[in-house]
């Protein structure tokens, strides 16, 4: 596994009901297979492992701090 630079919101705060949706932008030299996981993220957290859609519609319970839950990964190329 190789660390790849991507931007991501430093601090994000979500209103209770509100829909929050995140699209990570992954910079990589060559067309590369990227997978995104969730670690450690709380379960109203969902994920494109494709694509690193995150999205979420929080309850008024979920309120809190979470850190470090996108997890970038790389495999070898894609099929042409």
């Known amino acids: 596994t190789t660390a ?4 991501v919101p430093g601090h994000v705060e979500v209103a209770a009901g509100d829909a929050w949706v995140y699209v990570p932008t992954v910079i990589v030299p060559e067309p590369l297979l990227i997978t995104y ?42 099929p042409r």
């Open 4 to 7: 790849l630079p991507f931007g």
């Open 37 to 78: 996981t969730l670690e450690n993220a709380p379960s109203f957290l969902t994920i494109d492992g494709s694509t690193g859609r995150v999205w979420a519609v929080p309850d008024p319970k979920d309120a809190g701090v979470y850190d470090g839950i996108l997890g970038v990964r790389h495999g070898p190329h894609p």
